[in-house]
């Protein structure tokens, strides 16, 4: 241990490399080290560090049985304590996830699909009393009335649930904006057609387009953002636990290794604690996998069976609502408005635009009866088709008559009338069709988001308990485990 | 035809040298008479110009462009009934007629008739009750058929209809298409604004005004084409409000998106009728008439339509004019009768 304290270059360098470093200083320079560590010259070994000291006593205990048994109890408790909170907290992410589809998401996308169609109710509802002229019914304009209310309540629903600065939040400041403007527009079209003024059909014709090129859109959009949210929680609502199972298998590999070497090693074969630890851990695990499974199986149903069923549904209503405003709008439109569908063919906007829709309906009726999973549901969408056929049929007769310039026949086939000798369906008109498939179309959603509430509630319930439970559970079973492995260190001393 | 190929084959000759002497006597007539009315210079070379580039469109009917006068192209007016289009009519028991419902004053319907049946009236519905008088004995044998603007050249070449009577101007383009009865009724694009405007006719009070018209109207060329022209001043807006329809006009206007309407004189004033706050400012700045159309094979319906027509200027067209239009148009309506000395092709 002596060596020259001064000194250029000590004796015993290896002569091998004289010029390998030439510029670098020799390590241990007087200069630099006296301040440092001033015990150094008397020979004394450098000061290390706390963790570097505990890692060698560590290492030195685990050379003996007792340290060993220390370090093995204390990783069982440390593995078993993750596996409890880990599972607990992904499992209170989940569940929470499950309660926002239930109670937030699911219930938020359903206020901005009935803006959606309040909306275009109202704008339906709105071209029916035109078409009534002075002779409106009380009906009509209330229906009117309370479908432009509801659409501002699910407005200030859609605005107070929608996150600030968020699209959303812009397109319902938007509407509230065009919501007023739109119904100006409809109280000049009434008092002009009061009047007896064709200016009443072009100002409905403005309002319309205001609704169905400005207003709906941004509804939609509404829609798809609180859909694209809905889809997020259930994502997170069941996407599985990974990392709180992976953990779970790793703490029970570990709990069957110690006891086996407990085994091995005393030839008892149990140890109450390390047992207690086990089963308390393999419960947990099981829970987990057992409940996130069947919670997941719920949320899945409630998805495929309440969601899809409730968003074909929400979308075959406003197809036929706006089947019926168009239908509405070709007689008060009275050709006013063409579109070339294709070279040299121009077709009545309006009439062109009802036939869309009534695709649209017919194919959103046939997915719905798919999704249907029970009677209950099926029978008001077969209801609903056969009432779509119905009106076809009707709305052709009305056309004819229309085409024949027998108006008022038209008319009565379309808003209701009286059958005469020159108009035998006088008394039948589509909007007694419409009036049905609007009907089924509400029975069929209302049993749907039955299924949605029980089958996500469902969901919810599985995991009731989860986080709660795991966590006490882990706790329970590093104690076993911590009190096991103490039992064979008392045996020590 | 053989008359009508021999005039065109003598047009070429000296028959062309002579059109050409019209047009320049028409230019200088339009010169002495457009600045009257408050234009510019530009304009009757401008109109010139324009009716060339529409000679090259319509070549079948040079003839008709370079001469500007399709109101005088009709067929002489006849009593004959015995052509196949009439027996057709007189088989059926009925006449077909394509008509408007949206033209108040001309051919609308009255949504508040409560005796069940909303009739269609106005002007045009008169004549085709004229017309179904004199051919059917019956003013009622009729059937309407509401037809929109785009299509009344179609369900005339398609047989949907007998003939249309919808405030069609009669024009050399669509001669190639359909055959026109002679004018009944004389018209022009017309400025409508708010009684309270400072705009006061088709002149420089437009600058920096909106001016509403429809899209892919007559109007809406129009004013394109004077803007280009320099016929209008170039501050006025023409182009931000081109809705679907004449009536969507007045909308804008009432909602104040608009300051001015351009459109047909008949049809402003249809439109004044409809809010006592707006007037038709200066004089119509273009000539056009309202003619009958029909197949161009009917030419024997063609006579005959003529032949009522005559007749009804004589009686019926003045009552007409007073019921739906002297309200907005003025009690005088020379301005909108068709000229007494009516010129046929043959």
Redesign the interface.
Known sequence: MTYTPKGSAPPSAPPASPGASPSVPPQATPASRSPLSPAAPDGGPPRRTAFAEGLDQLRAAATTEPGRLRVIGAVLALLVVAFGSVTAWQMNDRATAADDVLTSSQPLSSAAAGVYSSLADANTAASSGFLA???ETPESRARYEREIGEAADGLATAAAASEPGSESEQRVAELNALLPKYKGLIE?ARA????????????L??ANSIMQDQMLPKAQKIYDNENRRLRDDYSDATSYPWAAIALGVVALGALAWAQRRNYLHTNRVLNHGLVAATAASTIVLLWLVAGHTLARSHLNDSYDHGVRSLTVLNDARIASLKARGNENLTLI??????LEIKK?V?V?KFDHRFGQEMKALASQLATAGKLADDDKGAQPVKSALANMQAWQDRHRSARTA????K??CA?DQVIG??ATPDCRAGDKPTGECFDKVDENLNTALGHEKREFEQAARGGLDAMTGLPVGAAVLAVLAAAGAVLGIGRRLSEYR | MEAVRRLRAGLRGWGGVGAMAVVCALTVIFALVLPLSGTRGGGPAGTGGQGVAHGEQARADDDCETRNDPQNRSLRPSSNESGTAIKRIKDNGFITIGVDQNSYRWGYRDPNNTDGKAELEGFDIDIAHRIAEEILDDPTKVRFRAIPTNQRIKAIQDGQVDMVVRTMTISCTRMDEVAFSQPYFKTGQQVLAPKSSTIEGYDKTLAGKKICSASGSTARDTLEADQKSGKLVASADITSVNPPNQLDCLVRLQLGEVDAVVTDGALAASQAAQDPTVKLVGAPFTTEYYGVAMNRDAKDLVRRVNQVLEDYLKDGWQKSYDDWLSATLGDDSTGSRPPADQKYRD
């Not at chain 1, 229309?402 to 310039?405: A, I, N, P």
């Open positions: 002229g002075g002779q000049r002009n057609n009061r009047l007896g003024y064709p200016l009443g059909g072009a100002y014709r403005y439109s009275r050709g006013a408005e063409t040299d121009s009545d229309d085409e024949e310039g108006y008022q008319l009338g009286k």
